[in-house]
């Protein structure tokens, strides 16, 4: 019995994957426990975070992404520090609260001190009010370092999937795609004093039911503050396309994802969740539906219009063709229709990471 389940205090991996094949009634009581829960531990606030794709440039190939290395059709740009300060002072201005820096995955002692001027930047054009998530892959301890102490204090890196095989099918077999450095990564991050944040992707090829279980009780024992998990959605210049007719439908995709958000919180009380983008990009109140089940997060997109388009690391990527000025209301509005409340001028830091560290939040 579902009811059962979900009164528990202490779930094992079965339970899990009984929550995450819930349909119909039993679904919606999973979903309605789980909006229980946020409003109890998180509140009704969703917090934006302006999201800055700022450079499609990428070292690496993994064979999901749109923007791998060995893509040959991507139009590569890089923002420059002025297009990326502007679109800072758009999330400051709308009293966005804080950010995000992304892009692809670029280790090198010019990029290091790139981003480390800029966090600089960001931090006095905002007098420091702007709180600061990076999500720039993975990085060597010192240069994690030295970005907290130019300022960032959150990062986002997914673990993609904690099952070790799956994770080897889907990335290439070397040094550059390596399970175990993503793993020393998140434990640098956590070590350094980031509120730290992972996630997977879920509906990939060769994924099963109990590899997204053993995902949630990994972010539960990696003690994580902050996830941002979606649907996976095929892209036709990537090596896991010819996999695309193993696939479950993309609608079952997206309520799997919706399921995993839910299953999370009741697992995980007290942490932030995102409601991805790519929960967008299958249907237009996709982010809308998270907030709804478990997620408190919205990252709005502030990358300037004319780029959007070459950050595809997946298929039919939502607001390509829109200017930041226009998702704002719209995003409002939305975000009301699912009753929540906009944290305007909030950092909405993760409730867990104060508890976990003994400290007290700043904004
Ligand atoms: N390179 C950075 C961030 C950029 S990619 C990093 O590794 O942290 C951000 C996320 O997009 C990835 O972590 C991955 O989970 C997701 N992603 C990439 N390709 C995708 C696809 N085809 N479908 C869904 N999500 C995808």
Known sequence: MIKEILAKKIFQKDDL???????????KLLFQ?????????????????GL?????????????CGIRK???????????????????KFSHDNNYGSLV???????????????????????KLSSGKLGITLSLGEQSEETYQRWFDAGAHRYLLRIESSNKELYRRIHPENKLHSFEKRNNCLENLQEIGYQTGTGVMIGLPFQKMEDLAEDLLFMKEMDVDMV??????????????????????????????????????ILLKDINIAAATALQAID?????????????????????????????LYENKPCVDEEPEECLHCLDVKIKLADAEIGYGEWGDSKHF???????PKF
């Not at 001190?113 to 966090?119: N, S």
């Not at 104060?354 to 007290?360: A, L, V």
Request: hydrophobic share 35%.
């Open 17 to 27: 994957i009984k929550l995450l094949e819930t349909e119909g009634e039993d679904k």
């Open 101 to 123: 820096l992304q892009a692809g995955e670029i280790e090198s002692a010019a990029f290091t001190i790139r981003i480390e001027k800029l966090l600089k930047e960001i931090n």
């Open 228 to 265: 941002g998990m979606g649907p996976y959605i095929e892209h036709p210049d990537t090596p896991l396309w010819k996999f695309k007719s193993e696939l479950i439908p993309i609608q079952e995709r997206f309520n799997l994802a919706l399921k995993m958000i839910a299953t999370l919180r």
């Open 33 to 49: 426990k789980a909006n229980e829960i946020k409003i109890g531990e998180v509140g009704k606030k969703v917090y934006y975070r």
């Open 284 to 312: 237009p109140l996709g982010r809308e539906k998270a907030v709804k089940i478990g997620a408190n997060i919205i990252m709005p997109n502030i990358t300037p219009g004319i780029y959007r388009n070459d950050y595809s």
């Open 52 to 64: 800055i794709e700022f450079s499609n440039i990428c070292s690496k190939s993994c064979y999901y």
């Open 70 to 88: 060995d893509n040959d059709n991507v139009n590569r740009f890089n923002l420059s520090d002025v297009e990326i300060l502007s679109a800072a």
């Open 354 to 360: 104060f508890k976990r560290t003994k400290t007290e």
